[in-house]
């Protein structure tokens, strides 16, 4: 039996009940879309769900180790895996030969277009894009041809147990998700609200935002997340979701280590129709590190997910705080410029769920904010 208390009085733009939408309900909205329409496709009553008083361990999972294509075959992920992996070595060797630097998939620059098309016609692109049911005309929805992990879906999500059922996913498919395009799976992030060690300034310590780099969402603030991959542990269940999230995104990105953690809770499922257009799993994660130890234990990580990010901010974990900082920063839906500079920086929207999730603000309280999409 679990212990957390579920739908206690913290839950926002939300049934008691809420009932299961396809996604196909929320497809990226057209320029110039007005409004009202877009605010009902970005806080649809899934947008956030809170569960109060649950461990980080408390959400469990079941795993389809197989999906199968439109033909009834067992999709081959391990052989795309492979052969962009085989790729990526390639097009890496070529890229140090022709520019006497190693490449940086995180600052290609004025290279990315080179390097994307080297991927885009090379026949081990074509064919693992073929594995996937992934056509020519959707090559460009795929920007990030270089990334090629094996993820996990959202199956189903059974509310009263906590649990989730994966099933695996591509990072193409995922891109393509981005780009509106429709799958009968629901892409699943993981991502943390890492909050710094409480002191008199700040009661409730402050939450650790990082400032977007590399060509995925730039010069924008947002969460430390990521997709859930299907780690052998995750899939043979040696590891819990939290487990995987502090292996791939917590270690990595921010260079923390588990003694770091002072405590840790689920404490959210986002449904997130502006990125994602799938589920994100919030962490609420308590550290004993003040805000300069963590920023300086981020500088000092080696790991080249750090490049993931220009720098960490923190704002104060208060309501008002928090409100003013959203209302400051959100826009709704944002497009992903490469060439964003500083002071066009915004807060994606999952940032923004997430956030009012931490201290109880209700949707309707920022949806003014929403702007025609750029």
């Known amino acids: 039996m679990l212990e957390c208390r579920r739908n206690r009085g913290r839950e926002y733009g939300l049934d008691p009940q809420p009932t299961k939408k396809s996604r196909d ?3 990226i909205p057209p320029s110039g879309e007005r409004r009202e329409e877009l605010c009902a496709r970005l806080f649809p009553d899934e947008a956030v769900k809170v569960f109060e008083g649950c461990s980080a361990h408390d959400l469990t999972h079941t795993v389809s180790p197989e999906r199968f294509d439109s033909k009834g075959h067992p999709i081959q992920f391990d052989a795309v895996t492979q052969l ?21 998939f995180l600052s290609l620059g004025a290279r990315a277009a080179e390097v994307r098309n080297r991927f885009y016609r090379d026949p081990r692109f074509q064919q693992a894009c073929d594995v996937l049911e992934i056509s020519p005309d959707q090559y460009a929805q795929i920007p990030l041809p270089w990334w090629s992990v094996k993820g996990c879906a959202e199956g189903n999500f059974d509310e009263s147990a906590l649990r989730t059922d994966l099933v695996p996913r591509h990072s193409y498919e995922t891109q393509l998700m981005r780009h509106g395009v429709t799958l009968p799976i629901k892409n699943v992030s993981v991502a943390g609200l890492v909050l710094s060690a409480p002191n008199a300034e700040s009661p409730n310590g402050k939450v650790m935002l990082g400032i977007r780099a590399g060509l995925s969402y730039p010069q924008t603030y947002h969460l430390f997340a990521g997709a859930l991959q299907c780690l052998p542990e995750l899939m043979g269940g040696r590891a819990s979701i939290f487990d995987t999230f502090c292996n791939t995104e917590f270690q990595n990105e921010l260079g923390m280590t588990l003694a770091d953690i002072a405590g840790a809770s689920f404490h959210a499922r986002l449904y997130d129709t502006a990125i994602e257009n799938g589920v994100y799993y919030l962490f ?12 300086r234990r981020w500088e000092d990580n080696p790991h080249v997910d750090q490049g993931e990010h220009h720098r960490p901010i923190f704002v104060d974990a208060q309501r008002e705080p928090i409100l003013s900082f959203i209302r400051e920063h959100y826009r709704g839906l944002v497009s992903d410029k490469p060439n964003r500079t500083a002071s066009e920086r915004c807060l ?15 949707t309707e309280e920022f949806r003014d904010c929403v702007k025609e999409p750029e």
């Open 84 to 104: 962009i992996g085989s790729l990526r070595a390639e097009v890496s060797q070529r890229y140090l030969q022709a520019h006497s630097e190693p490449i940086n």
């Open 348 to 362: 994606l929207h999952p940032a923004a769920l997430g956030l009012a999730a931490l201290v109880g603000i209700d």
């Open 25 to 27: 309900e929320y497809p």
């Open 284 to 295: 609420k994660v308590q550290m004993g590190l003040s805000a300069e130890e963590l920023t």
